[in-house]
């Protein structure tokens, strides 16, 4: 079946560091590739989205770009505030099968000043 | 944009007893749902597909007859999580595409913090 592997954490950065978590899939047929954060105590929040390969999605500086020919979709923001502390998930689905959000195992990101 | 509401946020029940959890979209149809629970520290695990009108598809390893699942409308689905214990005690999320959307975004709702006491 449909799987995500994460790179495992915790991710320990300084603030205005540079940051990449790596992602990669499995999937049978053409998912749709997000990115979700999860601060402490809250749900998922959507973070950014591609929906075919070479598109790229980005919010609050965060980036990854659907790759198809390596089945990755590496998260990246070229400078983490202490802000950005939180638990990343990487995750697939199939629309188009009407299949559930399957997630990685979630990457720790600590930012310290 | 299209939201979904849980609820409740916060509930804590003694060992034993039944609790239901709401999921409500607000704005949108939703034929289909999706519940998942979360353990401290861990992933987001599916744990049902709710379908609207039929019977929930549980995922191997989800006690279909601990977790009653029933989604009597096209905007509710509700999870029953009967003679709770306290490994029980999980964050359950739902999630709903939107029927008549051809886009691929999934709404989730706020999470339901269970705690068996």
């Known amino acids: 079946g449909d799987s995500v592997t994460q790179m495992e954490g915790p991710v320990t950065l300084s603030e205005e560091a540079f940051l990449t978590i790596n992602c990669t899939y499995t999937a049978t047929g053409y998912p749709s590739l997000f990115w979700y954060v999860q601060y402490p105590g809250e749900g998922l929040q959507l973070l950014l989205k591609?929906?075919?390969?070479?598109d790229k999605g980005s919010n609050k500086g965060f980036e990854a770009t659907y790759r198809k020919e390596t089945t990755s979709f590496h998260l990246e923001k070229g400078s983490v505030q202490v802000s950005d502390s939180a638990v990343y998930f990487c995750a697939l689905s199939d629309r188009q099968a009407g299949t559930a959000l399957i997630f990685g195992k979630g990457t720790t990101l600590s930012v310290s000043s | 944009g299209a939201v979904v509401s849980q609820h409740p946020s916060w509930v804590i029940c003694k060992s034993g007893t039944s609790v239901k959890i709401e999921c409500r979209s607000l704005d949108f149809q939703a034929t289909t749902m999706f519940w998942y629970r979360q353990f401290p520290k861990q992933s987001l695990m599916l744990m049902a597909t709710?379908?609207?009108?039929?019977?929930?598809?549980?995922e191997q390893g989800v006690e279909k007859d601990k977790f009653l699942i029933n989604h009597a409308s096209l905007t509710l689905s509700t999870l029953t999580v009967t003679s709770a214990h306290p490994e029980d005690s999980s964050f359950y999320i739902c999630?709903?595409?939107?029927?008549?959307?051809?886009?691929?975004?999934?709404?989730f709702g706020e999470g339901s913090w269970l705690t068996v006491v």
């Open positions: 999630s709903a595409y939107p029927d008549r959307s051809s886009g691929n975004t999934i709404y």
């Open positions: 591609a929906t075919k390969a070479d």
């Open positions: 709710s379908n609207e009108g039929s019977k929930a598809t549980y």
